[in-house]
C-alpha cells in the first residue's frame, strides 16, 4: 500500500522541535552549571529552545561590479 501525495512529507517542512528530551535537557542545564550528578532527573527545570533564523542574503547588483572594473 503507498502513501498518497499529498501525506508525504517533505524535507523542507520538517519544523523545529519547541521540546527538548530529558537527556537534552540535562546536556543543556550542566552546561549552564545548573544540574548536579546527584540531583534528581525527574522534575528538572524549563530550558528555553533557541530558536534560529536564516536572514536572506542581500542580491549583489552586477552592474556596480562592471564599473569598478
Known amino acids: 500500500m503507498t502513501i498518497d501525495k499529498s501525506l ?3 524535507a523542507g517542512s ?3 522541535r519547541n521540546v527538548y528530551k530529558r537527556t537534552e535537557r540535562i546536556e543543556k542545564l550542566k552546561a549552564m552549571e545548573k544540574f548536579d550528578e546527584s ?3 525527574y522534575g528538572l527545570p524549563k530550558v528555553r529552545v533557541e530558536k534560529i533564523s ?3 542574503k542581500k542580491k549583489v547588483k552586477v552592474a556596480d561590479a562592471d564599473e569598478e572594473k
Do not use: Q
Open 39 to 41: 540531583g534528581k532527573v
Open 14 to 16: 520538517v519544523k523545529t
Open 54 to 56: 536564516l536572514k536572506k
Open 8 to 10: 508525504k512529507i517533505k
